[in-house]
């Protein structure tokens, strides 16, 4: 698994986290920074505090293109780890200029394929797809 991969599982398990609890993303971030010593060190991957920053900075026009493009479903009724999948692939496709946006998408369905059903890859991949095919026309 590469770095970035490792990153943005991080970063899903703390947007998770925060989302579950209903606490700030960027509190459970700086929470769960441990030292780089000692047998519970779980220090934080700069680009997992990359992808959590930009998702707490955009998340009113990242949840809104979800509501958009979201057929059929209300925030509230998505999964909150297909949720944040969504989050972080909306935010690297449209904001993040490090990583393609096929990277992006590929690497959000492994996510989905791991830690959710056959059916959300399926969905998750759908959304991305579409938000990627507009992503010109976006105004962000």
Request: aromatic fraction near 6%; proline fraction near 4%.
């Amino acid at each position: 698994m590469s770095a970035r991969s490792k990153a943005r599982k991080q970063a899903l398990d703390l947007l998770y986290e925060s989302d579950i609890r209903g606490t700030d993303a960027l509190q459970t971030l700086e929470q769960r920074d441990l030292p780089e010593e000692g047998p519970y060190a779980r220090p934080i991957r700069d680009y997992t505090r990359e992808l959590i920053s930009g998702v707490v900075e955009n998340r009113r026009k990242i949840d809104e293109l979800i509501m958009t493009y979201a057929q059929g479903w209300d925030m509230d009724r998505l999964p909150a780890v297909d949720r944040n999948i969504l989050r972080i692939g909306i935010f690297e496709i449209l904001w993040s200029t490090a990583v393609p946006t096929s990277v992006s998408i590929d690497e959000a369905l492994n996510l989905a394929k791991e830690l959710s059903s056959d059916e959300s890859s399926k969905y998750i991949h759908g959304v991305l797809g579409r938000i990627s095919s507009l992503k010109d026309s976006i105004s962000i």
